[in-house]
């Protein structure tokens, strides 16, 4: 891509209206997807199932995960995943063989009380960014297609904590979020300049859902909980509409790396899907390499990028 060039500009505006059903044929291709087994990422599943595609449903809850895949339609397996659990990513990522076409990291969890991972990460940036790295990273030469990070509107409320990542001190719920957010659209775009200057044909792109409706207003263990329900029903689009960004982002044949897809509505809260940009804080080149590294050291994990990850 020349500097000139967005990715909007390279592949083209996202079709008007773009819809579940526009998803083009799968058949032959597996999908890996965090979270399958509620919200989104079952969503995703679904319709990827529902397209031909071999779907992956890579969830922490194996029961919940499988009584979800017996009412899925098409070729899907279950497999053990808990991103807050560094153990657990090595352990799928040894355990699951074969090439992978596109994984897609739709896990997170929303303004939770302060808790920590297994490692001893904050339980926001360890499960939402943390895991999904070093999950990436592990993968990587397997996969031949691409990735896809959901992100989130609230990434623009994040900053990186570069000198306190894991909120040793201070711990504030939302901007914890935010922060995560944040750091899984800057991964997405970071991982996309890594490929490119590794020569590697696998692409990296991000989406987001707006405002959907999903157990994740249910889960902050709060007040909280009761408003945002009331949010969800006044306001929030359906699950449906919301897992549309990432199924385009995942599924679009020329969909360019680098390519950031949202809801086309008014201030991206609700409707189909569209290429969209993150604020000025997501674009800072250096933050994004910084956060790069100190998720290398935090996890262990390194990328081996290179024409070959796609071969």
Avoid: C
Wanted: proline share 4%; net charge neutral.
């Amino acid at each position: 891509m020349s500097a000139t060039q967005s990715p909007a500009d390279q592949a083209g505006s996202v079709p008007s209206k773009w819809a579940s059903d526009d998803i083009p044929r799968q058949d032959g291709r597996t999908f890996v997807v965090t979270g399958a087994n509620s919200g989104l990422g079952l969503i995703t599943a679904r319709d990827l199932a529902a397209a031909g595609a071999r779907v992956v449903m890579a969830v922490r809850n194996i029961d919940k995960g499988r009584a979800e895949a017996d009412r899925i339609s098409g070729t899907v397996e279950v497999e053990k995943l808990d991103l807050a659990e560094l153990a657990s990513v090595r352990a799928f990522a040894e355990r699951f063989q074969g090439p992978i076409d596109v994984l897609v990291n739709n896990a997170g969890l929303m303004a939770i009380p302060e808790s920590r991972t297994a490692d001893g990460f904050e339980m926001q940036i360890g499960t939402n960014h943390l895991g999904h790295f070093a999950l990436t990273g592990l993968l990587i030469g397997r996969l031949t297609d691409r990735v896809v990070t959901l992100s989130s509107g609230a990434h623009r409320i994040g900053k990186i904590r570069l000198d306190d990542l894991n909120w040793k001190q201070g711990y504030k719920r939302w901007p914890a979020y935010g922060q995560s957010k944040l750091a899984n659209l800057m991964f997405a775009m970071e991982l996309q300049r890594r490929l490119e200057a590794a020569g590697s044909q696998l692409r990296s792109m991000a989406a987001h859902p707006g405002y959907a409706s999903t157990n994740l207003q249910s889960r902050t263990e709060s007040i909280q909980d009761t408003l945002m329900g009331i949010g969800n029903k006044l306001f929030a689009q359906s699950a449906q509409m919301g897992a549309l960004p990432q199924l385009y982002a995942a599924t679009a044949p020329d969909l360019a790396g680098g390519s950031f897809i949202g809801p086309d509505g008014i201030g991206e809260q609700r409707g189909h899907p569209k290429q969209v940009e993150g604020d000025e804080r997501s674009q800072d080149s250096d933050v994004q390499r910084r956060l790069w590294e100190l998720s290398e050291e935090l996890t262990g994990v390194r990328f081996e990028l290179g024409a070959s990850a796609a071969a």
